[in-house]
């Protein structure tokens, strides 16, 4: 619309010139009745102008308020619980019976009759081949989809009728992706408990080893992160995101590949501070490395949405099954 309407307002501009400067020659109109003309022609063309500029946009504003209404209409996935149950013990017993579950679109099941129980105070180390499905079963927990069948319990209560804001609140995660806000590195971390003081985020940083790189930025703890991580390192990233879950002191913790980008010296140490923090609570830790799980109580292998073997470490070295054989090609190699 835009360059014909120029086009539009530019040969008439140059018609009225043209034809009103022989009148004036003529000495039909004066200079002052031409400029006048030309004036009010212009204004109304303006106006035209604007008229088709509305025209273009509200086309476009109506594909914004669809938008918008879609957003704000939108059903959430999660059916909500009829009869809500508040979890009141904090002893953190976490219970997979027969669970099965599948992407919505996927035909293929990504879990199928996963069954296992974490007793309160234990460490759970799900490990397997990536896509087996670990982070699927993390997420289950934290009920970021329904499942298809089985039941998941947490202290004996069935987390499809407990509030999300409830079960949430009691479960502390590291994802696999550390996920950081536009901030400082400070409301990062206080993100993890929003009334924690100054003090308690600094002692929780020390904790988890972010008070040693902190110090090398000229800005300490008022650094300010941008969305996709400028200024800090990925293993940074994900030390904050840990400190985070260190100063939330949840019931229930979950690391999915925490340490993954950090470096071994590093993991060495934030792991002995993860090991404190484990020390009450339940807790489920998801690792490639084997050296990072071997304490673990419980250690589930996972292949192709299925847990093939759970055991301790001894138990499953001496089963010479699938444990082994990942055993033997992590540690023969190094
Ligand atoms: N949002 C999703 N929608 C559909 N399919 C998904 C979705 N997320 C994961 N999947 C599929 O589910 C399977 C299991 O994925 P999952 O993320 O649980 O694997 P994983 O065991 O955590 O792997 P990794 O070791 O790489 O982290 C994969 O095959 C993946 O393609
Ligand atoms: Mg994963």
Redesign the pocket.
Known sequence: MFPIITVILNVATGAVLWFGGQRVDAELVDVGGLTAFLQYLLQILAAVMMGTFMAMMLPRSLVCARRITGVLSHEPSITPPKDTVTPTTNSGTVEFRNVSFS?A??DAP?LEDISFTATPGTTTAII??????????VNLLMRFYDIDSGRILIDGHDTAHMPRTALRSQVGMVL?DAVLFEGTIMDNIRYGRLDATDDEVIAAAKATYVDRFVHSLPEGYDTVIDQDGGAISAGERQLITIARAFLAQPALLILD?ATSSVDTRTEVLVQEAMNALRAERTSFV?A?RLSTIRDADLILV?ENGGIVEQGSHEELLRAQGAYWCLHQSQFNKA
């Open positions: 992407y679109g996927a990504v397997g081949s990536t896509g087996s499905g670990k982070t699927t079963m696999q590949e998801i490639h996972m």
